[in-house]
């Protein structure tokens, strides 16, 4: 990779796109350079003390390397492949790590269409890194803005304007199947947790039993599970043994306070006042009034 970068005045060419370029770039940083090269303008350069604020949004695609990024909002750890978008008015700093070094690509630009997307919620501060590893048309794309730009022949703005545009529509779509992804494992975490929970509504106690079963942290599992079905996954697990009261009430075959220590309640008092809760009856009220004739 050969060091090049260029900066470009507004352009109303740029902007008939929706998309105005304003710099390109590309650059190899070695182990323990100073980082960034203090020849770019000073509008552009910062120092990892003071960081720096754009008036822009910027693409950056470290291709091999790692480092770190700190904003307003975040601190995230930069790996290969990793691509991150920096937003206007929002001070930031990152750097390679000082033992390794990394290869990037950037691109900076502004116009209607970058804030269109942003309003309607498609690129976000607070989610600002896409983890692409190897990307070949990631990489190809960065790699013809910066050739392009080199040349700056007529109407090259307009052709690096529309490949920033299918930069952004491939990074977006990455987030969106990340997203349907940890949505299919959500769902399919839920579906498992349901199984359990009826099969095991006489085992266990505690519904953190079933996060631990399915080797998950409760707390996300809480999340999803209410997200799924509009109730925690406690919640969920008394409607279960309520239901299973109910069986054991009408059947007969057991005393209240035998079906309260079959469904692990701490003592029969605390399964009648939660019975009754639930159902508007103490357990005595239901079997009576719902009870099996044996007649």
């Known amino acids: 990779m050969h ?7 507004s352009s109303d060419k740029g902007c008939d796109w929706g998309l105005n370029v304003l710099s390109v770039g590309c650059s190899r940083v070695l182990p323990n350079e100073i980082y960034p090269n203090p020849s770019h303008p000073s509008h552009h350069n910062f120092t990892w003390e003071m960081g720096r604020v754009l008036q822009e949004y910027a693409l950056v695609y470290i291709v091999n390397g790692t480092g770190i990024l700190e ?3 975040l601190k995230e750890e930069i790996t290969d492949g990793t691509v991150f978008m920096i937003f206007p008015d929002e001070r930031h700093r990152y750097k390679p790590d000082n033992q390794k070094g990394w290869d990037e690509y950037w691109i900076s630009f ?4 970058i804030e269109k997307l942003i309003e309607e919620h498609l690129f976000s501060k607070t989610d600002p890194m896409f983890q692409l590893g190897f990307n070949e048309q990631m990489l190809q794309l960065f790699a013809s803005v910066v050739h392009i730009a080199k040349d700056e022949n007529k109407g090259y703005q307009a052709v690096i304007s529309s490949a920033t545009i299918h930069i952004l529509g491939i990074l977006h779509g ?10 299919s494992i959500s769902d399919l975490t839920v579906k498992k947790a349901k199984i359990l929970f009826r099969h095991k509504v006489l085992e266990i106690t505690d519904p953190k039993a079933i996060a631990d079963e399915l080797e998950v942290g409760y707390s996300w599992f809480r999340k999803v599970f209410k997200e799924n079905t509009g109730i925690s996954p406690g ?6 043994k309520t239901q299973k009261a109910k069986e054991l009430l009408v059947n007969q075959q057991y005393s209240i306070k035998e079906i309260a220590y079959i469904l692990k309640f701490e003592s029969p008092f605390y399964f009648s006042k939660l019975f009754k809760q ?6 005595l ?6 009870a099996k004739s044996d007649k």
């Open 71 to 73: 904003t307003e909002t």
């Open 110 to 113: 502004n116009g209607d269409y």
């Open 174 to 183: 990455f987030k969106q199947q990340q997203n349907h992804d940890k949505d």
């Open 235 to 240: 919640q969920y697990f008394i409607q279960l």
């Open 3 to 9: 060091n090049f970068y260029k900066y470009f005045p």
């Open 278 to 283: 639930k159902t508007l009856f103490t357990p």
């Open 285 to 290: 009220q239901f079997r009576k009034k719902f």
